[in-house]
């Protein structure tokens, strides 16, 4: 498996997406082919060849290239490069086209009429055919060879109605000109000039549109400016200066006071504090010293540090998340589908709807019927055009999805996006989501003759085989007191009750009651201690040697600061929050007091979290999962929307449909304010493309005629609809501007 992403020329509407995708997803060795309309690029995966894709896509008439770096800022510069181009060409055509346009729609207006009647007037208006048929060559060549090439593959796109609206208005004027005593006296009106202000208000609309597009990739922009492209390596005992590609696994890597992290790592030598809000949205610089992780792309801010290389390349933190908001970009949720499958069908919809135009004319209209029918049909060709719908949809998702990134919100997928709008029940882990995930042995109460020194020299060799964080507090209590642990023998973790091993010569169980029963360990003269413990929002195990219970271990792990505040805005925007522990519920009890949470499941095994979410949704809910990534990933694929808490490890970016990259809760809920807003957004531009198109084809074909008089002039519905598409994309940056409310 591999993804590609191609740059593709040629597509003019949203019709043209079902068309690309439908012939990738042809070619053999394609599992995946998703298309950005707005973007105008496409996201293949599977085992194809390049150069297979390539063909498949010129095979129905389009062109294609390879964008070769997907993550460096070589693919983000030929991206722009191509766009300005192409912009800079459109502005040519339409200057050349209104040049043309625009005095001949002065002279009708103001000076004379554009009529044929005598010998003169036919030579002058030959001269203004052949001019405007050069502003339809040289300015409107484009529309036209795709509407060819459309009509090769037996469909129809943009090109076809502006091609056709267009030829239509030329081809009628010409035979006035050209055989005047054929058309009656009150039909001989030229329309040279709409064909030309048709033509240069669609470029116009089409150059300002790309110009606008380049804002909705400001996070992206933002993201890879991020990447350093030099890095200071130590090899050898000498400082060299290298390309960020050679820094290879294992390097160490300095980084001055101002730098930029370049690479992912493990500091090794030095102190400082590293800026990574623009990684995780947090603003407050992160002290870091020997043995802590430092990300690609956040800053170095107060000292000098060296660091070992860990990941390097597409394989950094930095790299994994560009990548993964591009793919998320070029996702569609289920909403943009609908648009995508209608615009599939709306330009042959508008062509027969042209042709009844026509006809209802020319049975029912007036004596000059046959002018009447030219316009309104060009008109309805002109006006309906689907562009506006198909940009609705991924505009407003290149921006969400941006901006969400800028928050320390990683999004997976539009459906993602979607989903989170609608949640209305939130399922929180208590370790590391609620809590900071980072407990600490508080209390160590020996029992039946025990030590309390032999009792935490046992515990923590016992727990040095264990990854579980309350086994980690324990082993960092005896580090503090410079024990030196003993090795252990037959490891054994029974997931969701505890631990047990040899060590020393005895047998050795840490763990929950659950645990301890099923052991035949006697823990009945513990039980008031454990209650009082548990009250103090402290988490109690038992410690059992040779079956008997030898000590009683409590470890506590605080609620993060910002946690009340963050369920608070949940609850206040109608969500229901529910917290899933393994933790005794007297424990749980406390914590979700403190916490502000009044629904507790507590002592759940980690599968059981994931029958509690499938419960929640056979009664009709839409259940968020918001955990660690680990432990809660059976909960987290079962949930509607998983959320994972994370600083940008492996793990938590690949296992949810929205990373959380700081650990507070705020983003959770800023994650969610940003899914309602980007769908609003959608709807807002859905509504807005599917009224103007509703209320525009009647319009245009006549509707308004028989009672007020009045005919849509074909110049205004090129205009409108070349400004119709600029009202989507700049309704999308909107978006930018959005703020999520913290309460």
Request: hydrophobic letters at 45%; a neutral charge; glycine letters at 8%.
């Amino acid at each position: 498996m591999k993804t590609i992403q191609l740059m593709i020329d040629g597509a003019g509407c949203a019709s043209c997406v079902g068309k690309i995708e439908s012939a990738l997803k042809a070619t053999p060795g394609v599992v995946r082919a998703e298309m950005n309309f707005a973007d105008r690029t496409v996201l293949v995966s599977g085992s194809a060849q390049t150069g297979e894709l390539i063909k498949a896509i010129e095979a129905i008439g389009y062109s294609a290239s390879v964008l070769q770096h997907q993550v460096g800022t070589e693919a983000l510069e030929t991206k722009e490069l191509a766009d300005k181009a192409y912009q800079s060409k459109l502005m040519k055509h339409t200057w050349l086209a209104l040049g043309l346009g625009i005095p001949l729609m002065v002279y009708g207006l103001f000076i004379g009429e554009m009529t044929v009647n005598t010998q003169i007037e036919r030579v002058s208006w030959l001269t203004v055919g052949m001019l405007t048929l050069a502003v339809m060559y040289f300015s409107g060549k484009h529309f036209y060879l795709g509407a060819w090439k459309s009509f090769k593959n037996h469909s129809a796109n943009m090109d076809t109605l502006i091609a056709l609206g267009t030829s239509t208005a030329w081809i009628y004027s010409m035979v006035v000109v050209l055989v005047p005593q054929f058309i009656p006296m009150m039909g001989r009106h030229l329309y040279f000039e709409a064909t030309a202000m048709i033509i240069g208000l669609i470029n116009l609309g089409l150059a300002l549109e790309v110009k606008a597009r380049g804002k909705t990739s400001q996070a992206i922009k933002r993201l890879i400016g991020l990447q350093v492209k030099k890095a200071t390596v130590v090899r050898n005992d000498d400082e060299i200066i290298i390309n960020i590609e050679d820094v290879l696994l294992n390097d160490v890597v300095k980084v001055r006071p101002g730098e930029k992290i370049p690479v992912d790592g493990i500091v090794l030598e030095g102190t400082t504090f590293v800026d990574e809000s623009m990684l995780t949205g947090e603003p407050i610089p992160v002290e870091k010293s020997s043995g802590d992780q430092v990300v690609s792309g956040t800053l170095n801010k107060s000292g000098l540090i060296y660091f070992k290389a860990k990941s390097v390349g597409k394989d950094t933190a930095l790299a994994r998340i560009i990548t993964m908001v591009k793919h998320a970009q070029n996702s569609k949720p289920s909403i943009g589908r609908l648009a995508d499958v209608i615009s599939a069908y709306f330009v042959p919809g508008v062509m027969i709807i042209s042709i009844l135009t026509v006809l209802a004319w020319l049975n029912f209209g007036p004596d000059q019927a046959v002018v009447f029918a030219v316009i309104c049909a060009t008109t309805v060709l002109i006006i309906a055009c689907p562009c506006a719908l198909g940009l609705a949809t991924p505009m407003s998702v290149m921006v969400g999805v941006g901006k969400a990134a800028e928050s320390g919100v990683l999004i997976r997928n539009g459906e993602a996006l979607q989903t989170a709008s609608k949640i209305d029940t939130m399922v929180l882990d208590k370790t590391g989501t609620i809590t900071e995930g980072k407990p600490e042995v508080t209390d160590i109460i020996a029992l039946n003759n025990m030590q309390q020194a032999d009792i935490l020299l046992l515990a923590a060799s016992l727990e040095s085989g264990s990854e579980h964080p309350l086994g980690e507090a324990i082993v960092a209590c005896a580090k503090q007191q410079n024990i030196s642990l003993l090795p252990i023998h037959s490891f054994h973790s029974i997931s969701g009750h505890g631990v047990e091993a040899t060590c020393d010569g005895k047998q050795l169980v840490f763990g929950n009651e659950k645990l301890m029963n099923s052991k035949g360990v006697d823990i009945s003269n513990a039980n008031n201690k454990i209650e009082q413990l548990a009250e103090q929002a402290k988490t109690p195990m038992y410690f059992s040697v040779d079956g008997i219970l030898a000590a009683i271990i409590a470890v506590s792990d605080p609620i993060k600061a910002d946690s009340i505040s963050a369920i608070a805005r949940l609850k206040a925007n109608g969500i229901r929050v529910i917290m899933l522990t393994g933790d005794n519920q007297k424990t749980a009890d406390v914590v979700a007091k403190q916490a502000g949470v009044s629904e507790v499941f507590a002592e759940v095994l980690p599968e059981e979290k994931a029958h509690k979410v499938k419960e929640l949704q056979s009664l009709g809910h839409i259940v968020g999962m918001t955990g660690d990534g680990i432990n809660d990933a059976p909960a987290l694929a079962l949930s509607d929307v998983g959320f994972a808490i994370g600083t940008g490890t492996d793990v938590a970016i690949e296992s949810a449909d929205v990373t959380l990259m700081r650990g507070s809760l705020h983003g959770l809920a800023d994650a969610i304010a940003i899914s309602k807003a980007t769908l609003k957004n959608i709807k807002q531009n859905l509504v807005g493309a599917f009224m103007y198109n509703v209320a525009g084809i009647p319009i245009a074909a006549g509707l308004l005629y028989p009672v007020f008089g009045v005919l849509l002039s074909p110049v205004i519905a090129g205009a409108a609809m070349a400004f119709s598409s600029v009202t989507v994309v700049s309704n999308a940056n909107r978006l930018r501007f959005f703020k999520a409310q913290q309460h």
